[in-house]
């Protein structure tokens, strides 16, 4: 909470105008059963019809002026909650930013987008309700209770005994329920995830049939959910019966002692009644405050899992300035260099050392899981090595300045990822400073010319969310475009010539290597024909680098490049088995 009270601080004058006028708001109520009292007093008891209808008036004018402190203390209550809401989402959303992608493949996507949506909107309605009934139930209660006092003091004492009973009551129900909300929350991040999966591979659940292993999945945990939330609810709910019954019970007490009061001239009748309003008051602010807790205990628990996300400390941290850079004609160079991904005991690359040339093309070959992905994320420092170095340019990855050290890097994920506008947007994510020309030129390359010349619009062709209308290879073409508008000194393709035919895959190696510049160039890929025209290939097994050379020098060997060659050209170790018999014969 104390996060959201940071925020707060920017909205002081509103935080402190909202409840004052709320305040004002409840003066008027405390002073209308006087009045009522009055008039039954003065104006019924004396048969004065003027004085009853002066203290009518005097009645509108009062819920007049407290229609208008109501209004205005809303107005800056919703002021500061909407201000609060939207600096602690952008201050989340600006946070998860500067995350490294271990943490936050630590935390993960389903839980982070709940607590920028559903959590923060909590906080925003428990700042709003705190702001503007916070202050007035307990000042109606109490103030009801004083004024009671100056009507009459041995039926005041029944107030004085009913309401710390009542605070203890609620104060119970809430401590129980914070950590339940919680609970309901962090099940609302499991129905989120279920929901999104769900979503995301909807197609591969119809093409295995599993629609309705989906649907009574997700029924389970909203079940779950539903459960979760039926027993805070009653737990909740506990409270309007039991601060009922006890209001039932004091005013029973109250009427009866009111009524022996008024039978010997203690009090007057319209003093009586003034007493019963204020019980009823009393009745009516309880019931708010029972909603106000509820709504405080859900605000509290989502801003208390907003701010495990903003307690989170990036991993990685970045200098001031960068380092003088060498000379060395070496543009990428692994030393020792192991990696394990958070939460995993075992290592995903293990004791990895190779040097890469400028202008060389690397292919980084190996079966699933070996870590191909892994070698190459860490060279724009997506990961940071558990131990040995990673150096681009003959220095460390970790002693260039935030974001200087990815301006030198064009990377194109396994998975193609296009954003919501045009194509000209998603290219200028490359280079903003692109022309026309550069993004052609950069399609021209990626084989995608051809894709954008025909659509309507061309560069202007409107890109859905995802890019979900293009295909797949389609999409491939234009994520590789947009690495090359960047014209990077190192171009990272992680798989990402999965969806293209064997000849437009060969046309974008041949168009790669023809351009001009030094552009050093890692392949990552399962076919061997993709990596096969590389300077130098890494055959990668179980985190380990099990070969390195040219194509030739490793099916001469490495039995690892054998298998994965002769596996998909299994011609050429029969064209080779046959040339071997030929030579004994």
């Not at 737990?235 to 601060?243: C, F």
């Not at 070496?330 to 075992?346: K, L, Q, T």
């Not at 954003?419 to 021209?444: H, P, Q, S, V």
């Not at 002769?566 to 004994?584: C, D, G, H, I």
Request: hydrophobic residues 45%; charged residues 20%.
């Amino acid at each position: 909470m104390k996060t959201v009270l940071t925020f707060l601080r920017n909205y002081k004058k509103e935080a402190i105008l909202s409840p004052t006028f709320k305040l004002m708001e409840s003066l008027m109520d405390l002073i209308t059963p006087l009045v009522v009292a009055a008039i039954i007093n003065k104006g019924i008891v004396n048969a004065d019809f003027t004085y009853v209808v002066q203290s009518f008036f005097f009645l509108i004018l009062l819920a007049a002026l407290g229609l208008g402190f109501s209004f205005t203390a809303q107005w800056f209550a919703a002021k500061a909650s909407v201000g609060v809401a939207t600096e602690l989402r952008q201050s989340l959303f600006d946070h998860i930013q500067s995350l490294s992608c271990s943490e936050l493949d630590t935390i993960g996507t389903d839980t982070l987008i709940t607590r920028m949506t559903s959590d923060v909107n909590q906080v925003q309605n428990g700042v709003n309700m705190t702001l503007r009934l916070l202050l007035r139930s307990p000042f109606i209660v109490f103030g009801a209770m004083i004024m009671a006092f100056t009507i009459d003091f041995k039926c005041a004492l029944i107030f004085a005994v009913i309401i710390p009973i009542l605070s203890v009551v609620v104060y119970g129900i809430m401590l129980m329920s914070i950590p339940l909300f919680s609970k309901v929350q962090s099940s609302l991040d499991t129905l989120l995830g279920t929901t999104r999966e769900n979503l995301t591979g909807v197609r591969v659940v119809r093409a295995f049939c599993k629609e309705k292993e989906s649907i009574d999945e997700f029924d389970r945990q909203s079940e779950a959910l539903t459960k979760m939330n039926e027993f805070v609810g009653r737990l909740s709910a506990l409270m309007n019966p039991a601060t009922y019954a006890l209001i039932n019970i004091a005013t029973i007490f109250l009427i009866r002692e009111g009524a022996i009061r008024v039978n010997i001239g203690g009090i007057a009748q319209g003093d009586l009644v003034a007493l019963y309003n204020y019980m009823a008051q009393i009745i009516v602010e309880l019931i708010k405050l029972a909603s106000l807790i509820i709504t405080i205990n859900k605000a509290l628990a989502c801003a208390k899992r907003v701010e495990s996300v903003l307690d989170v400390k990036p991993g990685m941290t970045y200098p001031d300035s960068i380092l003088t850079e060498s000379d060395s004609d070496i543009e990428v160079e692994f030393r020792n260099v192991s990696f394990s991904y958070a939460g995993s005991d075992e290592d995903a690359i293990t004791d990895i050392s190779f040097s890469v040339k400028k202008g060389q093309t690397v292919g980084i070959i190996g079966g699933t899981g070996s870590g191909k992905s892994t070698i190459v994320n860490l060279i724009p420092r997506f990961y940071d090595a558990t131990s040995g170095q990673v150096l681009v340019n003959g220095q460390d990855v970790k002693t260039y300045t935030e974001g200087s050290l990815i301006k030198r890097v064009g990377v194109v994920p396994q998975k193609a990822v296009l954003f919501e506008g045009t194509i000209r947007d998603n290219m200028l994510w490359g280079n903003e400073d692109a022309t026309d020309e550069d993004i052609w030129n950069a399609l021209e390359t990626a084989q995608g010319r051809e894709v954008v010349e025909g659509k309507d619009n061309k560069l202007d062709e409107r890109v859905s969310q995802g890019g979900r209308n293009f295909s797949g290879g389609q999409k491939q073409r234009l994520t590789i475009a947009r690495a090359l508008v960047r014209k990077p000194e190192i171009l990272i393709l992680d798989d990402s010539a999965s969806a293209l035919d064997f000849a437009t895959d060969l046309k974008l190696r041949r168009a790669i290597a023809g351009l001009d510049g030094n552009m050093t160039v890692f392949i990552v890929s399962q076919r061997a024909s993709s990596v096969r025209a590389a300077d130098m290939i890494l055959v990668l097994d179980d985190g380990k680098i099990a070969g390195h050379g040219t194509h030739d020098e490793l099916l001469e060997s490495c039995e690892v490049y054998q298998e994965i060659y002769y596996s998909q050209a299994p011609e050429e170790r029969k064209n080779k088995t046959v040339n071997r018999k030929e030579a004994l014969a």
